[in-house]
């Protein structure tokens, strides 16, 4: 099993900056991907973000590109979403998720693992 934890949620105006953390615990071994995917208020959970651990590779939605951010620690087994020029629509609770693999249209595969989430609201 792994565990993950996720911060730096809040409240933030319009064009501001945040930054979340996700720390994984537990077999983080068997997990190569860790990233982030966001539900908005009566929407459908969308792919934000990942990373590999052991390539360094990183994914975006397209819609995101140029604005957010992913990094990780692999000694910390802790990844980061920087997310720049905030709008309203960016508003949702995000998760964090570590699976054996993710795709690059952001599909997370084998044996997937979620957090709990934290809820980023941007105010106009």
């Known amino acids: 099993q792994v565990q993950l934890v996720e911060s730096g949620g809040g409240l933030v105006q319009a064009g501001g900056s945040l930054r979340l953390s996700c720390a994984a615990s537990?077999?983080?071994?068997?997990?190569?991907?860790m990233g982030w995917v966001r539900q908005a208020p009566g929407k459908e959970r969308e792919f934000v973000g990942a990373?590999?651990?052991?390539?360094?590779?990183?994914y975006y939605a397209d819609s995101l590109k140029g604005r957010f951010t992913i990094s990780r620690d692999n000694a910390a087994n802790t990844v980061y979403l920087q997310m720049n020029s905030l709008k309203p629509e960016d508003t949702a609770v995000y998760y964090c998720a570590a699976g054996t693999g993710v795709s690059r249209t952001g599909d997370f595969y084998g044996s997937t693992y979620w957090g709990k989430g934290t809820l980023v609201t941007v105010s106009s």
């Open positions: 990373i590999k651990r052991s390539t360094g590779n990183a």
């Open positions: 537990g077999r983080t071994f068997s997990t190569d991907a």
